[in-house]
T-cell receptor, first 111, second 114 residues
Framework: AQRVTQPEKLLSVFKGAPVELKCNYS??????LFWYVQYSRQRLQLLLR??SRESIKGFTADLNKGETSFHLKKPFAQEEDSAMYYC?????????????FGKGTKLSVIP | DVKVTQSSRYLVKRTGEKVFLECVQDMDHENMFWYRQDPGLGLRLIYFSYDVKMKEKGDIPEGYSVSREKKERFSLILESASTNQTSMYLC????WGAGNQPQHFGDGTRLSIL
């Protein structure tokens, strides 16, 4: 069965420090991975997906199939990055693709 | 821009009541999903639907049912509400296609069962 693990419930960093949110997955198929973010009092929204290979709000994530990881990184944290971050894996099920989410990491950027 | 609208932001019901949560999307998406979001547990899939009148169980379907009579609307039903169903409920939709299609979420309904 597919699984997504985010080992840190809470991560606190100082403004300007590098950030790395860890995500490991377990899946027998070809993985499609996403990072979603939920800012305070806002809806859950897509931050980035591995297939796009893009940088969004300064964040990047590289799929490492050897280590089965998809860590989210940003070189210099900003206060507005404080939010809840979820890593998600798409898997093929009945009729469509579904997402399995990790339990989330709350990022707190200290001014 | 995709719009997923959940009918209520906050809802308070009593134990044993039948509760309806409504979700509407405006992008003609085939797939719709219901999750519950609990602190420390992340998002857990309750039910999903990949077509009108089609429904599939997710990871935690017990105590819930769903209805999809029209493509744009997906309803979650708590047949007999219990206190352990107090939670934040999120609806999402996605387009048909490969696994890299993102899901778009509504604002959520915070449901309290007294």
């Amino acid at each position: 069965a597919q699984r997504v693990t985010q080992p840190e419930k809470l991560l606190s960093v100082f403004k300007g420090a590098p950030v790395e949110l860890k995500c490991n997955y377990s899946y027998s198929g070809s993985p499609e991975l996403f990072w979603y973010v939920q800012y305070s009092r806002q809806r859950l929204q897509l931050l980035l997906r591995h297939i796009s290979r893009e940088s969004i709000k300064g964040f990047t994530a590289d799929l490492n199939k050897g280590e089965t990881s998809f860590h989210l990184k940003k070189p210099f944290a900003q206060e507005e990055d404080s939010a809840m971050y979820y890593c998600a894996l798409a898997y093929s099920g009945a009729g469509s693709y579904q997402l399995t989410f990790g339990k989330g990491t709350k990022l707190s950027v200290i001014p | 821009d995709v719009k997923v609208t959940q009918s209520s932001r906050y809802l308070v019901k009593r134990t044993g009541e039948k509760v309806f949560l409504e979700c509407v999307q405006d992008m003609d998406h085939e797939n719709m999903f219901w999750y519950r979001q609990d602190p420390g547990l992340g998002l857990r899939l309750i039910y999903f639907s990949y077509d009108v009148k089609m429904k599939e169980k997710g990871d935690i379907p017990e105590g819930y049912s769903v209805s999809r009579e029209k493509k744009e609307r997906f309803s979650l039903i708590l047949e007999s509400a219990s206190t352990n169903q107090t939670s934040m409920y999120l609806c999402a939709s996605s387009d048909w296609g490969a696994g890299n299609q993102p899901q778009h979420f509504g604002d959520g309904t915070r449901l309290s069962i007294l």
